[in-house]
């Protein structure tokens, strides 16, 4: 491969401070509108200021998040997503422009790589094991500015929690913003809303709502939906148990109409060899076939009409089908697990440590009354 052909091999978008160029979508230009927020957040990050505070200056002079501007620029993507998720700074959108060494000019050809096969997440290649190729595209910041701005990204490492742990992890989000909370670590783990220390933003969930809070309020809504569920199916089953009663009940009349039916057509056989045997009239014969028809003509309206109400119990029985099974499986738990949470939960929006609202999968949640 061409070594400039590196650049935007991996994306079909320029990255961000850059343009395609017209005559050639291989060489990527300068888009210096995107530059000077580069540059900008470069000799931020130099004079000591930290990711969040290079992101609440940003926000504060209102400028155009990465997110925004390339959504303005129509470069293809989802704008709800973009408005949802992008519409401000934030101290990881700051984070990831200093780490880009793409800025001095050099194209990465594994910046990203996929965290397995066939999975559609990336994550970020160690910096020694990056293949650089040199002067790719026009450097917007030099190497010496490029070392310089990276002390900002020196953070202690953090001890990652087991898996077990973080259960609700993705699923706390502030009554506000929408975003997912950040879990603060510790014996006393807590959420907190992000978004207050990358913008001013003043509806946001203050200070840290406690985990075991959460997680008490979640047990005791799954326990409440359970007993719910319990009380819903016990009613159902009685429901159609009744239903299954009442459409035995008609398919027995509509048994006896036909048999009466039956019955009739042998009377009105029996009529006609008695008249053809002179054992009665004709006249009575005629009387007593008239009446036979009026009654098979009754019995015959009858039964369409049972078969009517059949349909409609029947119908009725099929809606009142066994609701969502999850709960069922919540009956009498004492504990949240991963699985639980993931089967029930969308979200669970924080007010305030008083107010929690948790967001259900189903729609057919249970009212509590
Ligand atoms: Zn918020």
């Known amino acids: 491969m061409h070594s400039t052909g590196l650049s935007c091999s991996t994306s079909p978008y320029a990255i961000y401070g850059y343009a395609k160029a017209a005559d050639n979508k ?27 505070e290079i992101a609440l200056i940003l926000n504060a002079q209102n400028t155009l998040s990465r997110n925004s501007y390339k959504a303005s620029k129509g470069d293809g993507r989802d704008w709800i997503r973009v408005s949802k998720i992008g519409t401000f700074w934030k101290d990881s959108d700051i984070r990831k422009i200093v780490l880009d060494k793409r800025y001095t000019g050099v194209a990465i050809g594994n910046f990203y790589e ?24 026009p450097a917007i910041i030099t190497d ?3 070392e310089e701005a990276q002390k900002m990204l020196i953070r202690l490492p953090r001890k990652k929690t087991p898996v077990k742990e973080r259960f609700l992890f993705g699923k706390v989000r502030c009554c506000n913003c929408n975003h997912a909370m950040r879990r603060n670590r510790g014996k006393n783990a807590s959420f907190v809303c992000a978004t207050p220390i990358s913008i001013y933003s003043p509806n946001c969930v203050q200070g840290e709502i406690s985990e075991s809070v959460i997680e008490e309020t979640l047990l005791s809504a799954i326990q409440t939906q359970a007993k719910l569920f ?28 036909e048999d009466t039916v039956q019955k009739l057509v042998v009377a009105k056989q029996d009529y006609y060899d ?3 045997d002179e054992k009665i009239t004709k006249d009575e014969f005629l009387l007593k076939r008239e009446s036979c028809n009026k009654q098979i003509e009754r019995m015959t309206a009858s039964i369409a009409e049972l078969a009517e109400m059949l349909k409609n119990y029947s119908d009725l029985a099929d809606q009142n089908t066994e609701l969502n099974s999850e709960w069922q499986n ?40």
């Open 26 to 52: 291989n060489r990527l230009e300068i888009d210096e509108e995107a530059a000077t927020v580069i540059r900008q957040i470069f000799e931020l990050a130099i004079s000591g200021k930290r990711a969040n």
């Open 114 to 137: 996929r965290k397995g096969i066939g999975r559609n997440e990336y994550r970020l290649v160690p910096r020694e094991n990056w293949i650089v190729v040199p002067n790719a595209h």
């Open 144 to 146: 010496k500015e490029y």
């Open 230 to 257: 319990a009380k819903t199916e016990k009613s159902r089953l009685k429901q159609h148990k009744a239903l299954v009663e009442k459409m035995n009940d008609i398919r027995k009349s509509i048994k006896r109409c």
């Open 274 to 276: 008695n008249y053809k």
């Open 330 to 369: 919540c009956i009498g738990i004492n504990e949240l697990n991963r699985e639980i949470v993931d089967a029930l939960v969308d979200s669970i929006i924080v007010y305030d440590s008083e107010h929690i609202e948790i967001i259900w999968k189903f729609a057919d949640e249970y009212e509590v009354s």
